[in-house]
């Protein structure tokens, strides 16, 4: 049986942080993978992750959807861009240009083959060196495995968009992998 | 379908993201063209290849605890599974003998006041998730006799299962949680708007833990009767969530009693 004791409102302040612990914590690692693809270094990484939590903590009202993951990597891929336009001299300004980078099909060569029994380090640098667009799309699918209509709504797209980028970029990481393996031992040292 | 067709559907049938019909003309057309099929198996590896744990990048710890600590509130024991696995079980078990040979342990974890008690952080974290949508409810029902033998062989006790509605707590639905280490059934009732959350398990112990707790703006009340141990849990008034603990304790002895609604 309940004892008496004075009946005391809730506080919304403690509500609310209980929920975004509980909620938006357990979606850090998604957040800061995401971020860290995108930055491509820990220090940036981290700048691009605690901005995003402080807005997601600021915004947290307004999250009414049911996907906190979802809602949380498109404030974090905001917020990378956002940063990234306000210290222009990182030079990481490229854009998508869909002629380069229309879809060609090489075709399956062996060495393509056996390229693609690749390390992990080989695979990181090949991902890296593609264009932001491409590779944010590659690590929403293959490393945060989100669905289509996910990575369409983090990153404002349609889903044809999706599907399109998706493809360009699997071949081009496919060309990546297969014809720069020189390079990347050169970029290495 | 044609070659050209291919080059962009190839990857959504990877994704599994294409239609029925869409999905068949695919792998009819990955039967009969080995050059297709081919540049298939090239992108299935190259996405295995991408599925190696060593690229994902994990928060480094400095960063989440940075985020815990800006937060202070109870730390859940665990974020796994709403629904817990067998291991999970059998860890429970393991955590019950440990219970039983510690009797000092049990009185350290229901100090009045100490903030770590695993049972209130525990409810609350399956509250909160609870209310994300889809999360909310195994089964829908504002029938009791729909409800509880819902329970049935989900669970290793069978559930006390009424509806409140005429004392403004309409039921509204169960659901198959995990609290404290154990499957435990999860009666949903409304309050106007609110969500009202009510554990249930057979109790494993006689130890009284204070009653009424309020942390980060929930009430969480506990309570033991008739072998079993509740916790209700909800963000409406401690006095309103009192009223329900009273409504509920009250028919507890005669749930078929009541109509179903």
């Not at chain 1, 600021?58 to 993951?69: A, I, T």
């Not at chain 1, 891929?77 to 990234?84: D, E, F, S, V, W």
């Not at chain 1, 240009?97 to 690749?118: I, K, N, Q, R, Y």
Request: glycine residues 4%; charged residues 25%; aromatic residues 6%.
């Amino acid at each position: 049986m309940p004892a008496d004791l004075h009946v005391m409102p809730p506080n919304p302040d403690s509500v609310r942080s209980a929920r975004f612990e509980v909620l938006v914590l357990p979606c850090l690692d998604a957040a800061y993978n995401l971020a860290r693809w995108l930055a491509r270094n820990d220090a940036d990484a981290q700048d691009v992750v605690q901005e995003a939590m402080l807005r997601a903590l600021r915004y947290f009202d307004s999250f009414h959807g049911n996907d906190v993951r979802v809602w949380l990597l498109a404030i974090v891929r905001n917020t990378y861009y956002t940063l990234r336009t306000k210290t222009p001299q990182s030079g990481l300004h490229e854009s998508l240009d869909e002629d380069t980078h229309a879809l060609v099909d090489e075709g399956p060569s062996p060495e393509t083959l056996t390229l693609l029994a690749v390390d992990v380090g080989t695979l990181q640098l090949a991902l890296e060196r593609l264009p932001s667009p491409l590779r944010e799309v590659l690590v929403l699918r293959e490393l945060e495995e989100c669905s289509y209509k996910e990575i369409a709504a983090i990153t404002e797209q349609k889903i044809g968009t999706v599907m399109s980028r998706l493809a360009r970029a699997r071949e081009r990481l496919k060309v990546e992998l297969t014809c720069r393996p020189k390079e990347v031992r050169r970029h290495d040292l | 379908m044609t070659c050209d067709d291919t080059k962009l559907l190839m990857h959504a049938y990877l994704d599994d993201e294409l239609d029925a019909a869409q999905s068949a003309a695919m792998a009819r057309h990955l039967q009969d063209c080995p050059a297709c099929a081919a540049s298939y198996g090239l992108h299935g590896r190259l996405r295995k290849a991408l599925a190696q744990p060593g690229l994902y990048h994990r928060a480094p710890d400095a960063l989440r605890e940075r985020w815990r600590l800006a937060q202070p509130v109870a730390r859940p024991a665990s974020f796994q599974s709403r629904r817990a696995p067998l291991v999970y079980a059998m860890a429970a078990g393991f955590a019950g003998a440990l219970l039983l040979t510690s009797p000092a342990w049990i009185i350290v974890l229901q100090q009045p006041g100490a903030d770590s008690n695993p049972v209130v952080a525990e409810a609350i974290s399956s509250h909160i998730r609870s209310l994300q949508v889809q999360h909310l409810m195994d089964v829908v029902s504002t029938d009791q006799h729909t409800v509880k033998p819902w329970f049935e062989g989900k669970l290793d006790f069978s559930p006390r299962v009424k509806d409140l509605a005429s004392e403004g707590f309409p039921l509204i639905g169960g659901r198959l949680d995990a609290i404290d280490g154990r499957s435990v059934a999860a009666l949903i009732y409304k309050r106007h708007l609110h969500v009202i959350n009510l554990y249930q398990w057979p109790a494993d112990s006689t130890a009284t833990a204070p009653p009424e707790v309020q942390r980060h703006g929930y009430t969480v009340i506990r309570w033991t009767a008739e072998g079993m141990r509740y916790v209700a849990i909800s963000d409406v008034s401690a006095g309103d969530l009192k009223q329900f603990v009273l409504a509920f304790q009250n028919d507890a002895g005669t749930p078929a009693a009541n109509p179903p609604r």
